[in-house]
């Protein structure tokens, strides 16, 4: 196994990543990092390195001194953070790529994971069943920031023979790590409130259906792809990947399977505008064909993991 370093480590994949890798190849071998100084408990397992992925000298010393091989480069701002601080959002979601393709391109790095995302579609792009090549008009800062990413990875694949790969997720549940200024994290918030009090005030009304995936089935996936023979993989922008797609008020009414007193209201708010910009399912029969891909969990199976695992004592 490559030595691997995950950058934004303490993020709601980030996390998950390093857990999964460590499982795999050995704690010592995965080193987790992100710019905040204390390691998480969660992480405590295996080596941990405080590193600011905007210090590009910083970030260069460490990977060439510590000869890292395989590095997920997963900081970065999500779409409703990103909207309200732009300038940041492109600086770091944009800054942190080159510092690490240049790194592969200078024959450092192997092979690199960048994480893309259901949000480089835009309102022009067809809704249902969005295909892997369409009409990409993003009108998200997350948005354009996440396709300018993937031209560029193509870019330094096609130049400089760089091997990076890439996934479109979409919106992702976990119950191991908390999501941050996300769209879709109404889908994980829910599962908080209704073990905790029986009610939850979605901030999308509740027939914004958006393609989801639950967490396990985004890590194998991302572990399968980086694991995929390079000669098999025709993609090099980013993969459409697709888990369930379902609205907010179907899965209340999953979540009453288990707790038939749920009960859900609707307060849409500036987060509604980037949701209705996105697609409502994807079409992933490229990664299917590809690496294989086939997503594990549907709603019903996601539904009763998170019930079964999410501890409402971790809300603020
Ligand atoms: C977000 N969870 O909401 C992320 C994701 C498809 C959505 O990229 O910004």
Redesign the pocket.
């Known amino acids: 196994m490559a030595k691997t370093l995950i950058i934004g480590a303490c993020g709601q994949i980030g996390t998950e990543l390093v857990l999964e890798l460590r499982k795999k190849w050995g704690n010592d071998q995965v080193t987790a990092a992100d710019v905040k100084e204390e390691c998480p408990s969660v992480l405590a397992n295996g080596p941990y390195v405080q590193l600011d992925i905007l210090n590009r000298s910083a970030v260069r010393e460490f990977i060439i001194d510590q000869q890292i091989e395989h590095v997920y480069l997963l900081a970065a701002l ?3 953070t990103a909207e309200k601080n732009p300038a940041f959002a492109w600086e770091l979601n944009m800054e942190g790529l080159f510092t690490i393709l240049d790194l592969a391109k200078e024959g450092y790095v192997k092979r690199i994971f960048w994480p893309s ?3 480089v579609f835009g309102p022009t792009t067809p809704r249902e069943m969005t295909p892997q090549y369409t009409v990409m008009e993003p009108s998200t800062v ?1 948005g354009i920031s996440k396709q300018a990413g993937e031209r560029w990875c193509e870019y330094y694949h096609t130049k400089f023979g760089v091997d990076v790969r890439s996934i479109r ?4 549940i976990s119950h191991t790590s908390l ?1 941050g ?5 109404y889908a994980v918030d829910i599962f908080y409130r209704a073990k905790q009090s029986g009610k939850y005030t979605c901030f999308l009304k509740g027939d914004s259906a958006l393609p989801m995936m639950y967490m396990e089935d985004a890590i194998r996936g991302t572990i399968e792809l980086m694991e995929a023979p390079a000669e098999k993989l025709s993609i090099r922008s980013a993969y459409n990947l697709a888990g369930c797609s379902f609205t907010p008020e179907e899965l209340a009414l999953e979540i009453r399977k288990h707790i038939p007193e749920f009960e859900i209201s609707y307060d849409p708010d500036f987060r509604q505008a980037i949701a209705d910009s ?1 697609p409502k399912s994807i079409d992933d029969s490229v990664a299917q064909k590809d690496w294989g891909w086939k997503p594990v969990y549907d709603i019903q199976a996601m539904t009763k993991v998170m019930l079964e695992n999410v501890d409402p004592s971790r809300l603020q």
């Open positions: 999500l779409s409703a995302s259901i949000a997350y997720y979409p919106g992702l999501p200024g996300g769209t879709t994290d996105w």
